[in-house]
């Protein structure tokens, strides 16, 4: 019974699918709730066979084979740093005067690569990505984040998604991944805006230094909105970090990865399913890798020490980054900020919206030409100097302690499932987080300045990377377990011993990996403020079709 749900019910997935082609999301809501087993019940069985299916591409359009182009021939791009344009009063203290910026999200014509015309895009400033905001903890400052773009949007929406359904084409709302900024400044989904619109965000920026980055959260249209282009970095710096006198200036670059599907001239393509009425796709993988905004880019270096901040910001792709001639990657952070000291990298795994801080050393390369490639695919190029240099820059071996924090400190666990849900042909047509839809009632509600245990049990065969606002967290460990006894009896039965984070993730994080058959255990303080925020998947066509949740901090 390869399609079947466990309790025997086939009809089930029968009426899933036919209930998913319709136009309301509430109609799928109200047949879970009806089915007698519950949304639970609806889990599907799996097979790797199903799974390839299902993220193989529809063959609908042609698309431009990114191989076939010429590799290295670009620089890469550096985005320009956000450009204050003078000091405002905060709203709520109207004698405070901090920084503003105005980031207006804008259509925007991008050459991607030497011989390919310009992309059409929407971007920050006019930039994908957009202009780095640099801050430092400690200050505040004040962003208008303005929507200039057209009435109509120009990658396929589907109606049938939470918060597309009646509403504009064109919305966006922006948050800031990683930043811990009272709930009125998160970028609520539902808090988007109409061209000609803007919203003015707050951001008392108290947490350690790190590498965050902005990027549109409209419902339902989140995933279109990233691949058109809307994100950037954002760079929180402290003493702490000054004084360890990494490599810094023109020294210290951000690399920021995200592919992309593209049409033989050169322009974005978003596949749709082979459902003209439910034109969702589970994922979207593109082969052109884009680093900054470039295909195939090369960085001219001198001998010597490099910082990068690496993101992933691509929807859906995983990344394992490696140098072609074996060097390795210093990583000195993570998500949230400094490690206590540097582990030392032979490969880079990103998931969606991770981060990694690296020092790499190429006083040791003179004169080479290196690629850095994902898995087996070179993705960027360093051609490094042969010149005589000296380096004044550290790569201390103590960075910033990272103080683990006990089990016992947590006041709660809650046990949240990852939820997938297939039609009877084996698609993907829904995901979950605890078999609850956006809209249910919040059923998180951590205490403010309480600390908890999350414990994402995953069934599903992906990893998916789960992402909490408001807060940075800690991975305690992974544990193999049997879905199916949780599936029925609600019983956890672990298969194997816990497994603590890998090294490279054993820091501040906000985004965690929840591998596949496993039960992946995060401890979270949540010393930030009261309100609501939200916790989702970020691989952005689950988070799109309801893998993310509400969830509130309750003042203490
Ligand atoms: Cu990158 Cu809700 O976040
Ligand atoms: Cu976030
Ligand atoms: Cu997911």
């Known amino acids: 019974m390869l399609n079947g749900c466990s309790f025997g019910c086939i009809h089930c997935c029968f009426m899933l699918e036919s209930t998913l082609e319709g136009p309301l999301v ?36 042609q698309t431009l084979n990114a191989s076939t182009l010429a590799q290295f021939v670009d620089p890469l791009p550096i985005p320009p740093v956000a450009k204050s344009s003078g000091m405002r009063p905060l709203p709520s203290s109207p004698k405070t005067n901090v920084p503003y910026y105005r980031l207006a999200a804008q259509p925007t014509e991008l050459k991607i690569h030497r011989d390919l015309k310009p992309t059409r895009m929407w971007g920050f400033g ?4 957009g202009p780095t905001l640099e801050m430092r903890s400690g ?122 599907l593209l049409t033989p001239d050169g322009q974005l393509y978003y596949p749709i399913s082979d459902k003209p009425r439910a034109p969702w796709i589970p994922e979207l993988f593109g082969d052109a890798v884009l680093i900054n905004g470039k295909l195939f880019p090369y960085l001219a270096v001198e001998p010597r020490k490099y910082r990068f901040r690496v993101l992933n910001g691509s929807n859906a792709r995983f990344y394992n980054l490696t140098f072609q001639n074996g060097l390795s990657f210093h990583q000195i952070g993570t998500d949230q900020g400094l490690l206590p000291s540097p582990i030392s990298l032979k490969n880079l795994e990103l998931a969606p919206a991770e981060r990694m801080d690296v020092v790499v050393d190429f ?64 698609d993907t047509v829904l995901l979950l987080l605890n078999a609850t839809y956006w809209h249910d009632p919040v059923s998180e509600k951590p205490a403010q300045n309480s600390t908890e245990i999350w414990s994402f049990i995953n069934p599903t065969d992906d990893t998916h ?54 039960v992946t255990r995060i401890i979270v303080p949540f010393n930030s403020y009261p309100g609501r925020y939200v916790w989702h998947c970020h691989i952005l066509e689950h988070e799109d079709n309801e893998m993310m949740r509400p969830y509130e901090i309750v003042a203490s």
């Open 26 to 61: 509430n109609s799928r809501r109200s047949f879970l709730k009806q089915c007698s087993i519950g949304a639970s019940g609806l889990v599907l069985s799996r097979s790797g066979a199903l799974s390839a299916m299902t993220h193989a591409m529809p063959a609908q359009a």
């Open 126 to 129: 006019g930039s994908v990505p």
């Open 465 to 518: 990377p789960i992402h909490l606002h408001a807060v940075r967290f800690q991975i305690l460990d992974r544990q193999k377990y049997a879905p199916w006894a949780y599936q029925s009896k609600k019983e956890l039965q672990f298969l194997g011993p816990r497994i603590p984070p890998e090294p490279f993730e054993a820091g501040w994080k906000d985004t965690a990996g929840a591998h596949s058959k496993m």
């Open 139 to 260: 200050e505040e400052v004040l962003v208008e984040w303005a929507n200039e773009l057209p009435q109509q949007h120009f990658l396929p929406i589907d109606y049938r998604l939470h918060g597309a359904d009646g509403t504009p084409q064109v919305r966006m709302v922006t948050h800031l991944h990683g930043g811990i900024v009272p709930p009125d400044s998160d970028g609520y989904p539902e808090d988007w805006y109409v061209p000609g619109k803007s919203l003015t965000y707050h951001y008392p920026i108290k947490q350690d230094a790190a590498m965050l980055w902005y990027h549109d959260h409209a419902m339902g249209i989140n995933r279109l909105n990233v691949y058109a282009g809307m994100f950037g970095a954002a760079i929180v710096r402290d003493k702490v970090e000054d004084a360890l006198n990494l490599p810094s200036g023109k020294y210290e670059i951000p690399l920021v990865i995200f592919d992309r």
């Open 363 to 426: 006083s040791d390369s003179r004169g080479e030409q290196i690629v850095m490639k994902n898995d087996a695919v070179g993705v960027m190029q360093f051609r490094v100097s042969s010149a005589k240099v000296s380096d004044s820059s550290s790569l201390p071996s103590q960075l910033r302690p990272v103080p683990k924090i006990a089990e016992s400190e947590a006041v709660k666990t809650r046990l949240l499932t990852l939820d997938e849900y297939r039609s009877l042909a084996g």
